[in-house]
Every structure is written in structure tokens, then in C-alpha cells.
């Protein structure tokens, strides 16, 4: 605990600083995953991406199976561009989402420091 911390903590009040610790926890792994999902509209469009994430993922892996199991050069260019734009399709959106988690972050960290902020405010 730094100084900062430490100076919050005598400064508060029990209920003020249940809400701190409520706030205040750093989420881990699978609660941001899943945290992806709630939520309105973003939480249907990163559905909605993942959806689409899963189908081109299975979609491009089959496409693979099927050109690693083809002698023939035509029938194996057929199946292979369509695995290779699948899976990298499905690589830019998994990128997507792993992007919106680090901007959770970042917004969740920003509530943390404004409720700080203004706990510090109503004290003086």
C-alpha cells in the first residue's frame, strides 16, 4: 500500500470505503472476458463478434483439414485461400475483443481514481 492509499484509507468512513473496495478491486482474467458481454449495446456487438469469431475459426480450420487432404494443385489453392482469409479473419477479431478488454481497463481504472478524487474532495 502506498502513501496515497494509505492517506485514503484514514480519511474514510466505513460506508464510504466499502464502496472504494467495492469499486476498487482489480478485475482478474475471466471476469473481464466474460464482462465483455454484459452491458447494452456493447455488450451485443462484442456477442455478436465473438459469434462471428467462432464461425470463421471452425470454418477456416475445416477449410485447412480439407486443403492438407488434397493432391490436387487446383483443388488445393480452392480450399486454401478461403482457410488462410478465415483464419486470419478470425485472428483480427479475437484482436478486437482483446482490444475492447484493455479499454475496460482503462475506464475502469479511471472510475477508480475519480471516486478517489472525490472522496478525498468531501473530506476537506
Not at 474514510?12 to 478485475?27: C, P
Not at 480452392?78 to 478486437?96: C, D, K, N, S
Request: proline share 1%; aromatic share 8%; hydrophobic share 50%.
Amino acid at each position: 500500500m502506498d502513501k496515497l492509499d494509505r492517506i485514503i484509507s484514514e480519511t474514510l468512513d466505513d460506508e464510504e470505503r466499502e464502496i472504494l473496495e467495492k469499486i476498487g478491486h482489480d478485475q482478474g482474467f475471466w471476469e473481464q472476458v466474460f464482462g465483455l458481454f454484459r452491458g447494452g449495446m456493447q455488450g451485443w456487438m462484442n456477442r455478436g463478434i465473438f459469434l462471428l469469431h467462432v464461425v470463421c475459426a471452425v470454418s477456416g480450420i475445416y477449410a485447412a483439414w480439407k486443403f492438407f487432404n488434397i493432391s490436387d494443385v487446383l483443388e488445393a489453392i480452392r480450399w486454401g485461400l478461403p482457410a488462410a482469409v478465415l483464419l486470419l479473419a478470425a485472428l483480427i477479431l479475437r484482436l478486437t475483443l482483446l482490444r475492447t478488454m484493455q479499454t475496460n481497463n482503462v475506464l475502469h481504472a479511471v472510475k477508480q481514481l475519480e471516486m478517489k478524487v472525490a472522496l478525498l474532495v468531501t473530506k476537506r
